[in-house]
């Protein structure tokens, strides 16, 4: 809110490539934040992606959840004036790839009933397969 009144300040005093500058860093906190909210989505749908996988079956929460964190991403990445999106296809891969790491962890906690640690569920789901997965789900 601070910088909005800074920038009407900026424009009252004829200041416009102050604005501007202005303006852009609210575009960059802007892009920040819906990354920010796409990272913690994507992890959320690879936890339950590597549990699916890990232990060959689903259920209807996990399900849920799949569908509900796809429908997050796209809304949030969603460009509501001009079209198209925030972040292309290979920036999405980029973010899932980044916090596959942490989900793997997380699923670790919960699949198996947290029996196996997470480099032993590495080795019983395939990261390639799975980001492909989120990524297809993703841009369905």
Do not use: C, P
């Not at 200041?15 to 906190?29: G, R, Y």
């Not at 994507?42 to 549990?51: A, D, F, P, Q």
């Not at 962890?105 to 196996?116: D, I, S, W």
């Amino acid at each position: 809110m601070e910088e909005l009144l800074e920038l009407r300040q900026f424009l009252e005093q004829g200041k416009i490539h102050e604005a501007l500058l202005l303006v852009d860093e609210l575009e960059e906190m802007s892009l920040s934040d819906k990354i920010n909210k796409i990272d913690s989505y994507g992890v959320i749908l690879l936890i339950h992606l590597i549990k699916q996988k890990a232990e060959k079956r689903s259920t209807r929460s996990w399900d849920v959840s799949i569908e509900n964190t796809v429908r997050e991403i796209n809304k949030i990445n969603k460009r509501r004036k001009s079209g198209g999106f925030y972040l292309n296809q290979a920036e999405l891969i980029d973010i899932l790839e980044q916090g596959y790491q942490v989900a793997l962890k997380r699923a670790a906690l919960e699949a198996f009933e947290g029996r196996y640690e997470a480099q032993e569920l590495a080795a019983i789901v395939d990261q390639q397969e799975t980001l492909a997965e989120a990524l297809k789900l993703i841009q369905q």
